[in-house]
């Protein structure tokens, strides 16, 4: 059957998302099936639609033998490579070729390897790479995620990268330079490339950092089959692990062109009571990746807030550190180690760290009824004083003072609001929390 079509002996068909599903998977291939293009039985298209006919063709085969739906499965999407499979072992985690986004034919120039590396941080790239495991993204060579990319090894590595298109591991190292095991950091990559099989026997991994001092198991971001996962694997993979060579991306960048803050420690007077930028926010989601996913309610974001204070303080506690090293604002120490994927992850079952003890020499709460409308007393002008100390004080126009007003309003509440609280919690008159944490 060499060079014959095997077309008319079988016709591929396609199961398409249901209608009437409304779950994340369902709702992503439907838009990724928005955006891509038609088979065109020509170029580059033609070629790419008889290998598909033909996989599929092999898994029809598989199941008229005997095999099932199991057999049928394997043809198309080996498993992922067994743990304790030997160094001969060989991956199967097969890869498509060169494309565009959502696969879209782009006039036969979709096989030119591209070599222009637009600037991302690491802590962007990791962080693609991780949207795709909270997505449960499906392995796949011939199909598209939502975002475009396919959904392969070398695509989910483009992806990570933001490429214009999804490469192979034969033309990833066009975008990256090669590097020594003692340099990787996190965002960068291990690739393994078999000239005996090109296609199905080569694989890409993203470095998220080691999991110990020996260096000898690290987190693994990959794309196999049945999905991404993000894992603790032995360096350099599970299979031929002399074979896999370390590289770093090009376009890495100590401020990317989406915004994302710069890997360096920013300084301290970014982060605690009345911060508001985007190092907070970049905080905020380097900690959830770590396991800090139960202080949020919302967000992370920009503004700074009691849920940011705890699960900093918990990262903190889960290092070992204790007393000052871990008060809950971010250090230079506390940053290198979210950047760069060291130490321990947040344990999910500790129990929440305590509030801060109050200050030694704090005043007593004078009670709510010395705050709100008409109040004329001196707890207010206490108040207002400590507000500004604080840095919540960009109401006032003048003051503050022992009259209430609602300049005094307006910074509780933005206080209020920088602890994480919303609502009624948050209303601008001050209760025996607000009261003790303003004052500690």
């Known amino acids: 059957m060499t060079g014959a079509d095997p077309s008319p002996l079988l016709e ?14 369902c709702n992503a291939r439907r838009r990724a099936r928005l955006h891509a293009a038609p088979v065109h039985e020509g170029g580059h298209a033609a070629a790419r639609s008889v290998r598909r006919r033909a996989a599929v063709l092999v898994a029809a085969v598989g199941t008229a033998m005997g095999g099932g739906a199991a057999a049928a499965t394997a043809a198309v999407a080996a498993p992922a490579p067994n743990p304790g499979g030997g160094s001969s072992a060989t991956p199967q985690n097969p890869q498509g070729e060169v ?29 693609r790479a991780q949207s795709w495991v909270d997505q449960r993204v499906p ?42 095991k003692a340099d990787l950091q996190p965002g960068d990559v291990l690739i393994y490339n078999n000239p005996a099989n090109p296609q199905a026997g080569s694989h890409a991994t993203i470095f998220g950092g080691w999991t110990d001092s020996t260096r000898t198991r690290y987190v693994a971001y990959e794309q196999t089959a049945p999905g991404t996962t993000k894992r603790s694997t032995p360096y350099a993979y599970w299979n031929n692990p002399g074979s896999y060579v370390p590289y770093r991306y090009t376009g890495l960048s100590g401020a990317s062109n989406d915004g994302t803050p710069s890997t360096d420690f920013p300084g301290a007077d970014k982060f605690g009571p009345g911060a508001n930028n985007a ?14 996913t139960r202080f949020y309610s919302e967000g992370p974001g920009p503004q700074w807030g009691e849920a940011d204070r705890k699960a900093t303080e918990a990262f903190q506690l889960a290092q070992g550190w204790r007393g000052g090293e871990a008060d809950g604002i971010p250090g230079k120490d506390t940053w290198d180690y979210l950047v760069n994927g060291k130490g321990r992850n947040i344990d999910a079952g500790a129990p929440l760290p305590p509030p801060p003890p109050p200050a030694s020499g704090a005043p007593a709460y004078p009670g709510a009824d010395r705050f709100g409308p ?17 840095g919540f004080g960009a109401a006032y126009t003048i003051g503050p003072g022992p009259q209430w007003g609602e300049g005094d309003r307006a910074n509780v509440q933005s206080f209020q609001q920088a602890q994480g609280w919303s609502g009624t919690d948050a209303d601008g008159y001050p209760g025996p929390e607000t009261w003790r944490r303003l004052f500690s």
Do not use: H
């Open 12 to 25: 591929f068909v396609e199961v398409e998302p249901g209608d009437d599903c409304i779950c994340g998977g």
């Open 374 to 390: 008409g109040a004329n007393n001196d707890s207010v002008r206490q108040l207002g004083e400590q507000l500004v100390r604080k």
């Open 279 to 292: 190092y907070v926010t970049e905080l905020g989601r380097m900690l959830v990746q770590r396991g800090g």
């Open 139 to 180: 392995y796949g060579m011939g199909r598209y995620w939502s975002d475009g990319y396919r959904q392969d090894c070398s695509g989910f590595v483009s992806m990570a990268w933001g490429l214009d298109g999804s490469q192979t591991t034969w033309t990833l190292p066009n975008f990256a330079e090669r590097i020594g």
């Open 99 to 127: 494309s565009s986004l959502y696969g879209e034919d782009d006039g036969g120039t979709d096989t030119t390897p591209r070599t222009s590396a637009q600037p991302v941080t690491r802590a962007r790239i990791i962080q």
